[in-house]
């Protein structure tokens, strides 16, 4: 069972007191309070843990500080919806807000080559108003002798150059906790001129003991990709690792499964899975068509695969997208023909906007 408290409850009041001693008393129950910063307001919490099948939620519900309680599954209990569309559904990251309801382009390099190409990609964000980012500095690769990523050496001048360029979020893959580290020193020594969404990649969403480690941090929110082999199960209950440990802000990104039958794309594009992401936790679903599709293949259409993915996430509502773009494509030391050109993202952008524009739409039509 959660307990929700009041907005803005002060923990050292008379009914915060009151109502904690109750709580205290129930037989065989352990507390865990959860601190959850919303747009407006501080919510806090409390966390019922044990048999919760003989507390009668009206109990609950009259102690002085509490606005309601839930009855919740034993699955997703920080992250989950379980049913309640009140919880929060999202958090604030560096003047960005991030929920069910907001969509954000992650527009950028695969990974991290040249200061020359970081600045050229900045800047073509700002021209365009988008204020996040994607910057891979720690690659895993499938084969040790391809390109690693240039890793803490290029921290500085990515960093330093999304403050010129007035960049607020960059998500940066990492694939240890010394990473994070060596972000947070770097972010110092610059003097935080941005922000930065720690990513963990495929092929980390079930590495538990990294999950731990980045859940005990709460400084950095957490983009989360679904493996590319595991059920949607699998990957929410991932998540739910770093919530545990206290850090809930998380965005679910989907991006692709590897089957026998994903032989036109690069993994089986599973976008129609943002919906059941949005209803089943209370945090933001994205996509990364790139990812997903890994080719610049286009339909007779003369729509790429890459911007028809992208659409069919923002149809079904998707919160964030992560795509891949690159000046000079074919200097890109990773993932190069897959990456959008700057030429294109006008071009990208408009769709979006319209796809957008029609999921809008469709939400008006359901209210009706
Ligand atoms: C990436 O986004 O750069 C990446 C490697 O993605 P994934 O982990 O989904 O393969
Ligand atoms: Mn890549």
């Not at 352990?30 to 507390?55: A, M, P």
């Not at 893959?173 to 003097?191: A, Q, S």
């Not at 089943?280 to 890994?294: K, N």
């Not at 990456?339 to 906007?353: G, K, S, T, V």
Request: charged content about 25%; aromatic content about 8%; proline content about 5%.
């Amino acid at each position: 069972m959660i307990v929700i408290l009041k907005p803005n409850v002060d923990e050292n009041s008379e009914a915060f007191q009151q109502t904690w001693d109750s709580l205290r008393k129930l037989p065989n129950i352990r507390l865990q309070r959860h601190s959850v910063l919303g747009q407006q307001q501080h919510l806090t919490e409390i966390y019922l843990v044990g048999d919760t099948s003989k507390i009668h939620r009206e109990e609950i519900e009259s102690l002085p500080a509490v606005e309601r309680a839930i009855r919740i599954s034993d699955e997703f209990r920080i992250l989950g919806r379980h049913h309640d569309n009140h919880r929060i559904t999202g958090f604030n990251y560096n003047g960005i807000h991030f929920d069910q309801d907001s969509l954000h382009i992650f527009a950028g390099l695969c990974a991290v080559d040249n200061p020359k190409n970081v600045e050229i990609m900045m800047k073509a964000l700002q021209e365009r108003r988008l204020q996040c980012t994607r910057m891979g500095a720690y690659k895993p690769r499938t084969n040790p002798y391809s390109f690693q990523g240039h890793g803490k050496a290029c921290l500085p001048y990515v960093f330093e150059l999304a403050g010129k360029y007035d960049i607020k979020v960059i998500a940066m893959e990492v694939t240890h906790e010394d990473h994070v580290e060596e972000i947070r020193e770097t972010l110092e020594k610059t003097g935080n001129p941005t922000g930065v969404m720690v990513q963990i990649g495929t092929r980390n969403t079930q590495n538990f003991e990294l999950l731990k480690a980045i859940g005990k941090q709460s400084d950095f929110p957490v983009l989360l990709k679904r493996g590319f082999g595991i059920t949607l199960r699998e990957f929410l209950n991932a998540a739910e690792y770093l919530a545990s440990e206290g850090n809930d802000n998380v965005i679910f990104c989907l991006r692709g499964m590897k089957t026998a039958f994903s032989d036109a794309h690069r993994n089986m594009v599973d976008f129609p899975y943002v919906p059941v992401v949005k209803r089943l936790t209370r945090m933001p679903a994205g996509v990364d068509p790139s990812h997903s599709v890994g080719s610049r293949e286009a339909s007779p259409d003369g729509i790429l695969d890459i911007f028809h993915a992208t659409a069919q996430g923002v149809i079904a509502g998707a919160n964030l997208i992560l795509v891949d773009f690159h000046p000079y494509p074919k200097d890109a030391l990773v993932d190069g023909p897959q990456a959008l050109r700057l030429e294109e993202m006008d071009h990208f952008l408009e769709d979006i906007r319209i796809v957008r524009a029609a999921y809008e739409k469709r939400l008006e039509l359901i209210k009706e």
